[in-house]
């Protein structure tokens, strides 16, 4: 194995491991820190620390900016605004465990939004795959109830992890054919991230979301502090370093620990338990990527 591949695999597992425990972190302060509070404060934080190392980039790329300012305004919007947000939100109804597994479903969601936005070729390997993973995350839903799906309002905090996955898969599609090539990997978070920082911060400042107040102390300022620097800002540059050194179709695969990784750690620091509909769902949702894989493999 080459040193390049075993860098990248390192950056690699280092982002979804502290993508991971965002979730699982989020989840731990769902009742003491609002949704758009915590995604505003978050990334405010990892603004102000990204900020000097990204400024220089920013002004010699203004130009390149500029000319693709609308694409990376949805871009930063799907990811940065609306990934993030919407994920706060699910968490304040519904486990770390689910939404880690709801998640892992987004490589067939990008599958079929790309089938039908961007005319991709489906095999019968992947429609079957699709098929099989959408019943897997619905088991979690439903915590092995199908026929509860029937009152949705039963199951609000899965439906907007759900929609959050939605946003990120749209945005993992539009990444490659939007970014531009020669734009430099810091500059393109330091937009990102600016525009999610006042899209969230319409709803913070304004209080769309109707938040409490929140009495700020060390620990609440520490998880805000954690998750500025590590998920946020370290995770991203980790994740961009590993496709840069790998590329984009190898480096997706890592996607997949986040439900390994998000499990233990909410077993270990919620006390969450693993329960027979979450064993039953994950693994549909597995073997449902497994047979997109297939599929793939089989056309390459």
Not at 100 to 118: A, D, E, K, Y
Not at 273 to 277: D, G, N, R, T, V
């Given at each position: 194995m080459k040193r390049t591949d075993l860098r990248a695999y390192g950056y690699l597992v280092v982002a979804t491991l502290f993508w991971s425990g965002n979730v699982v972190l989020a989840r731990a302060f769902s009742t003491d820190i609002p949704p758009a509070t915590l995604s505003y404060w978050r990334w405010f934080t990892a603004w102000v620390c990204l900020m000097p190392f990204c400024w220089r980039h920013l002004w010699e790329q203004r130009e390149i900016?500029?000319?693709?300012?609308w694409k990376l305004v949805i871009l930063g919007l799907l990811s940065v605004g609306g990934y993030n947000l919407t994920v706060y939100v699910g968490l304040q109804t519904t486990t770390a465990t689910n939404s880690?597994?709801?998640?892992?479903?987004?490589?067939?969601?990008?599958?079929?939004?790309?089938?039908?936005?961007?005319r991709s070729a489906l095999g019968k390997y992947e429609v079957i795959g699709i098929i099989v993973s959408f019943v897997g995350a619905s088991f979690i839903i439903s915590q092995g109830d199908l026929a509860s799906l029937q009152n949705l309002a039963k199951h609000t905090g899965?439906?907007?992890?759900?929609?959050?996955?939605?946003?990120?898969?749209?945005?993992?599609?539009?990444?490659?054919?939007?970014?531009?090539?020669?734009?430099?990997?810091?500059?393109?978070?330091?937009?990102?991230?600016?525009?999610?920082?006042?899209?969230?911060?319409?709803?913070?400042w304004t209080n769309l979301l109707q938040e409490a107040q929140v009495t700020w102390n060390v620990p609440k300022a520490t998880v805000i502090l954690y998750l500025a620097i590590f998920p946020?800002?370290?995770g991203y540059l980790c994740w961009n370093e590993g496709v840069r050194l790998i590329g984009a179709q190898m480096a997706g695969q890592f996607i997949h620990l986040m439900p390994v990784f998000g499990v233990l750690l909410a077993i270990i620091f919620l006390g969450e338990?693993?329960?027979?509909?979450h064993w039953a769902g994950g693994g549909f949702i597995a073997l449902g990527i497994i047979l997109s894989h297939y599929s793939q493999s089989k056309t390459d």
């Open positions: 900016i500029a000319q693709n300012l880690v597994l709801i998640t892992s479903s987004s490589p067939l969601m990008i599958l079929l939004i790309s089938r039908f936005c961007f899965d439906l907007w992890i759900g929609l959050a996955t939605l946003f990120w898969s749209v945005y993992s599609l539009l990444l490659p054919r939007w970014k531009p090539k020669n734009l430099h990997p810091i500059a393109f978070l330091g937009v990102t991230i600016s525009v999610g920082v006042i899209f969230v911060g319409t709803f913070y946020a800002v370290l338990s693993f329960q027979i509909y």
